[in-house]
């Protein structure tokens, strides 16, 4: 009996801590094992709305033909998205969260910019460009994209108004949204693009999420989207 005892609290001990494992600092403090976590989109793209023949899923890789977006077809409110991406040479796309009109998604979203910093057309760009950035609002606090052919790893969490990107196991942007509070002019006094008038402090915190396509003409291949959503 006694040994059935201590077997049956060990197997228990190994229950709390294999539902331990599971839980996530938030945001995590390193990329999230997330192979179990839900596919942001199938492989047939039956729960994205995209243009057909432009994205294609082939292989467990995404990428587009021309420059537009494929959206879930689900709004997401709180939320952890992990997924890799790789660049060619002078990519410029992004992954959009809080969207809620994809049609108008500019002013209606925000990006997390994705770039290849390492590219001829992009080297001078300015840092609210540059890749982890949340595009024209706030630089990274330092490059960690790869060279272009490489994967790269993003961990992007989105909870309310904060957001906050890790990047190749660098946390390198965290926003407060609420801080936005001019369409014009970032906190720090730098210039907001003026294609981005909405300030941030009046975006909703839920919506569609995004991924951009053949921009600067220029392709993005993603693999391994994950997401898991949260309190």
């Known amino acids: 009996m006694k040994k059935i005892a201590i077997l ?3 197997l228990a001990g190994i229950s709390i801590l294999a539902v331990s494992a599971q839980n996530l600092s938030i945001p995590p403090a390193s990329h999230p094992d997330s192979r ?41 409110k709180n939320f952890i998205l992990d997924l890799e991406f790789k660049t ?7 992954v959009v ?5 994809t049609k108008d998604w500019i002013p ?11 590219g001829p057309e992009w080297a ?12 024209g609002h706030l630089a990274p606090s330092q490059e960690a994209v790869k060279k272009a052919g490489e994967w790269n790893h993003f961990t992007i969490t989105c909870q309310g108004q904060m957001i906050d990107v890790m990047l190749n196991g660098e946390m390198i942007t965290r926003m407060n949204m609420a801080l936005w509070t001019d369409g014009k002019k970032n906190p720090d006094g730098s210039e907001i693009p003026s294609w981005l008038p909405t300030p941030f402090a009046k975006l909703p915190t839920y919506g569609y999420i ?3 396509g053949k921009h600067a003409d220029a392709r993005i291949w993603f693999r391994n989207i994950k997401i898991k959503e949260i309190e």
């Open 88 to 94: 060619e040479e002078n990519t410029n796309s992004g």
């Open 97 to 101: 969260v809080y969207c809620t009109n």
């Open 210 to 212: 995004g991924l951009q």
């Open 108 to 118: 209606n979203s925000v990006e997390i910019q994705i770039l290849d910093d390492f």
């Open 8 to 10: 049956t609290l060990l």
């Open 36 to 76: 179990d976590w839900q596919d942001l989109l199938s492989e047939n793209l039956s729960d994205a709305n995209y243009t057909k023949g432009i994205w294609t899923f082939e292989n467990g890789i995404l990428t587009a033909s021309k420059d537009e977006c494929i959206w879930t077809k689900k709004e997401y």
């Open 124 to 135: 001078t760009a300015a840092p609210t460009w540059k890749c982890g950035a949340i595009f």
